[in-house]
């Protein structure tokens, strides 16, 4: 069966500091995935997304970025992080061959920025 | 710009009673229709989806759409206590696209 495993679970970071996020899957191959951002207040919102190494779409201009290095690691980054940018940061994978493209979640990372 | 509306809540129901969870898209072009259930800290659960007409049915829980009013609903039956949680609904567009979520409706179920 099909595992995402995220880390670190917690982060508390000072604003202007750099941010690694890291999203891995396994069970499965060549897997969509997706970072999404729930802050408080706010709903879900997509971030990146994925079909492939070194594939990377962009839904919302900031100052995070992603990259995917192999093809069950997806890695979300920042160089400098803002207040805003506190919240709970959510991978997710599909399956590429599937129609529907139901997504399944990590456990998260709860981010605070100080 | 995409747009999924729900009630936030709460919404209180209770225990043996049905649910009744609604949720509204705004791009006619969706394709296929999410029910997630999150409890307080964690995150996201797939509960089931639908992308055609009519109504859908997996165990106490029953998916309904009706895109020509751009209306998805969840109904629980016989509510539990552990049913209670945070509920949100998302959208496709189709492909490989994430998903359009709406803000939750937050569930209570009284013992």
């Known amino acids: 069966s099909q595992t995402i495993h995220q880390w670190p679970a917690t982060l508390v970071q000072p604003v202007g500091s750099p941010l690694s996020l890291e999203c891995t899957v396994e069970?499965?191959?060549?897997?969509?995935l997706y970072w999404y951002r729930q802050a408080a207040g706010r709903g879900l919102q997509l971030l990146f997304y994925?079909?492939?190494?070194?594939?990377i779409s962009s839904e919302v201009p900031q100052n995070l970025s992603a990259s995917r290095p192999q093809d069950r690691q997806f890695i979300l980054s920042s160089k400098k992080l803002l207040l805003s940018d506190s919240g709970f940061y959510l991978c997710a994978w599909s399956v590429v061959a599937k129609a529907f493209n139901e997504q399944f979640f990590g456990p998260g990372t709860r981010l605070t920025v100080l | 710009q995409k747009e999924v509306e729900q009630n936030s809540g709460p919404l209180s129901v209770p225990e043996g009673a049905i649910a009744s969870l609604n949720c509204t898209y705004s791009d006619r072009g969706s394709q296929s229709f999410f029910w997630y259930r999150q409890y307080s800290g964690k995150s996201p659960e797939l509960i089931m989806f639908?992308?055609?007409?009519g109504d859908k049915e997996d165990g106490r829980f029953t998916a309904q759409l009706n895109k020509a009013s751009q209306y998805v609903s969840l109904l629980i039956r016989d509510s539990q206590p552990s049913d209670s949680a945070t509920y949100l609904c998302?959208?496709?567009?189709?492909?490989?696209?994430?998903?359009?979520f709406g803000k939750g409706t937050h569930l209570i179920i009284q013992p």
């Open positions: 994925s079909v492939g190494i070194g594939q």
């Open positions: 069970g499965t191959s060549n897997p969509n």
């Open positions: 998302a959208v496709s567009g189709g492909g490989a696209d994430g998903l359009t």
């Open positions: 639908i992308y055609s007409n």
